[in-house]
């Protein structure tokens, strides 16, 4: 019986982890700082406040620390309490079932769905994510605000998707009602400059739509929400067959 209730508990406490950090090299931070820069001057309609983002230690500590709880069932949830220094940070994240050996794979899975965006409408596509997208070339509208950002790759066992990267950004972004950035346009088209579509097994998707394979997940917060909700049936029909077991044993 004992031993029943200790499997029980086991596989609740499953949903929750310890991480393990895959630090960034030098290299792999300025790819992550220039890819951001280099998404955010190509978005269109041009943007007339355009700052470039800076990497920020502390911001990075602040993800990895959360990184490291591996929150979360099916992949990095996430952080519920994205406060620094008083200020709201956002947050963007990617998961993968193998090592996220290439960051770039990470940005492109966000920055490709401003496919999906109609800046002048200030809307994304029906059934599509967007949030991952605005807030990478999200800038904050108070003249001379840099955006600092500070990411985290971890790998948590605890998930089907085990390898996690997550960006916070400083201030955030993605403030319902706001546009991205401002811009002198009033019309035409709102097709940003084309980027390598990921693969097959890159793709991202939201909350609403369902993974296919090995397939990337992107998670922002706007496309937060199902994604966990199979693991957590799985988990308690695991718990009820235990327990039915330890009536039967008893």
């Not at 346009?185 to 394979?213: L, M």
Request: hydrophobic share 35%; proline share 4%; glycine share 8%.
């Amino acid at each position: 019986m004992l031993y029943l209730i200790i499997l029980i508990l086991l596989a609740v406490t499953q949903i929750n982890g310890q991480g393990q950090l895959i630090p960034f090299t030098n290299a792999e931070i300025k790819l992550i700082v220039d890819g951001h820069n280099n998404f955010r001057s190509a978005v269109q309609p041009p943007a007339t406040n355009m700052l470039p983002v800076e990497w920020n230690n502390g911001v990075a500590n602040f993800a990895e620390t959360y990184s490291l709880t591996c929150s979360g069932s099916s992949m990095l949830s996430h952080n519920p309490s994205r406060i620094i220094n008083g200020t709201y940070a956002g947050e963007n994240i990617y998961a993968y079932t193998a090592p996220i050996t290439n960051v770039t794979w990470a940005l492109l899975s966000w920055y490709n769905e401003y496919k999906y965006y109609d800046y002048f409408t200030n809307r994304c596509e029906s059934g599509k994510v967007c949030g991952h997208y605005t807030q990478l070339v999200w800038q904050n509208p108070n003249a001379g605000v840099r955006h600092k950002i500070g990411c985290a790759r971890v790998k948590c066992d605890n998930h089907f998707y085990k390898y996690n990267l997550l960006c916070d950004y400083w201030p955030g972004g993605n403030y319902v009602g706001d546009k991205p950035y401002k811009t002198n346009a009033v019309a035409a088209t709102t097709t940003a400059s084309p980027a390598k579509s990921p693969t097959a097994d890159e793709k991202s998707y939201g909350g609403t739509n369902s993974s296919i394979g090995d397939s990337a997940v992107g998670l922002s917060e706007v496309s937060q929400g199902n994604a966990s909700s199979s693991n957590y049936f799985m988990l308690w029909q695991l718990v009820l067959v235990l327990l039915m077991q330890a009536v039967f044993l008893v």
